[in-house]
């Protein structure tokens, strides 16, 4: 019966939450910011390259005149450009996607890209395999999780931010559930899943509080970004706060680090405790300092490399055009990066003592009277006088 009370309750709460996506969603009207009337894409195939465009040097210059096969089985001809972002090189029996544009009883085809969609949605059905297959039961959860999440930005931070939400909140309140779904279907309700929730959502909280923080000491805002033209124009044609999106962001890209390290803290702490189960929170805080400590250098580093990565592009034409240091540490696109990769590493760095804190508290359910400052100390390296101590003291 208390199983079957669990899942009814489960089941009343995510009807629930169906329910208020739902209404969410339903409210949003999206102003047509582009004309598409008369245009449409559907899947084709090449059925002939009617004019190709290969040179004899072997470089294409100008457009393909291909015959198209559409999904109806109506073969059309199209012409396929040759751009780096649009069109392909076409070859007979290759898939591709191809744009229709109607305008009176004048219907012409364009093909727009390659058909990526069986090697889009294999490789992710690869990549969850993998993960359920090396982490069994709990793989399949970190599967759930992170469906859950896609679900949560698309229906719940999207509509927040057409609704008027300020995108901090929106984010905040975004990031607070994805944490607490993430952990429950990970680690399920537990002492340690509180914790790891409770450091993360802490870590998070810094990460972006610090962001601001020197976002207003250098006066960046999200109106700093490249693709602003673009931004002010739905912020004007909607109720989207583009200002707040830059550091709404650095609160998602901090998330997953933040996460992972509140995790491998919670459950470190937790399993000392269970051998050790009548040591004090002394002794499983200064534990939990120990493995934050051994995690946390790489996993800043990783953050850091991943804000890095994601800009390659910008530091190689900045490298390679050789610009003045003054000129490089006064860009906003550099000083957005630096904000973005050092704000997520404070919100990690932070994570450590906040989960922590939270573990041994919650394992001991009593309060740990031992200044933080002893932990600093020399003499509190070796394990024995922190218990020594700890038993003095609490």
Aim: glycine residues 10%; hydrophobic residues 50%.
């Amino acid at each position: 019966m208390k199983h079957i009370g669990k899942r009814l309750g489960l089941l009343l709460i995510l009807c629930l939450t169906a329910a208020a996506l739902w209404s969410l969603n339903s409210g949003i009207d999206k102003p047509a910011l582009v004309n598409t009337e008369g245009r449409s894409f559907e899947r084709a195939e090449v059925v002939q390259v009617l004019r190709d465009n290969r040179q004899e040097n072997g470089s294409r210059i100008g457009d393909q005149i291909v015959l198209l096969r559409l999904a109806d089985g109506a073969q059309e001809t199209a012409n396929c450009p040759n751009g780096m972002l649009f069109g392909a090189v076409c070859e007979p029996g290759m898939p591709v996607v191809a744009m229709s544009s109607r305008a009176g009883s004048l219907v012409t085809y364009t093909v727009y890209s390659y058909d990526r969609t069986l090697r889009g949605l294999g490789f992710i059905a690869f990549f969850c395999f993998l993960l359920s297959l090396v982490g069994g039961r709990k793989g399949i959860r970190s599967v759930a999780a992170l469906l859950s999440t896609f679900l949560l930005f698309l229906f719940l931070f999207l509509p927040l931010l057409m609704h008027g939400i300020a995108p901090i909140p929106a984010a905040m309140v975004t990031a607070g559930l994805i944490l607490l779904l993430t952990v429950w279907l990970v680690c399920g309700w537990s002492r340690q899943a509180a914790a790891a929730a409770g450091g993360a959502f802490g870590g998070v909280f810094f990460a972006g509080l610090s962001a601001v923080a020197f976002g207003e000491s250098a006066h960046l805002s999200g109106y700093n970004v490249g693709n602003i033209e673009a931004l002010i124009f739905v912020e004007q044609n909607t109720a989207i706060d583009v200002g707040g999106l830059l550091f709404a962001g650095i609160l998602f890209v901090s998330l997953g680090a933040v996460l992972d390290i509140a995790m491998d803290v919670s459950a470190a702490v937790t399993e000392i405790h269970r051998g050790r189960s009548e040591e004090h929170g002394a002794f499983l805080f200064r534990s939990g300092m120990s493995v934050g400590r051994d995690v946390m250098g790489t996993m800043a580093a990783t953050l850091i490399l991943a804000v890095f990565g994601s800009s390659l592009g910008t530091w190689v034409l900045d490298y390679v055009y050789d610009l003045p240091l003054l000129q490089l540490i006064n860009s906003n696109r550099v000083d957005i990066v630096l904000m973005q990769g050092l704000s997520g590493g404070i919100g990690v760095i932070l994570t450590v003592p906040l989960t922590s804190a939270l573990s041994s508290w919650l394992l001991t359910r009593r309060s740990c009277h031992v200044s933080i400052k002893k932990f600093w100390k020399k003499e509190d390296h070796n394990p024995d006088y922190v218990v020594k101590y700890g038993q003095e003291n609490l």
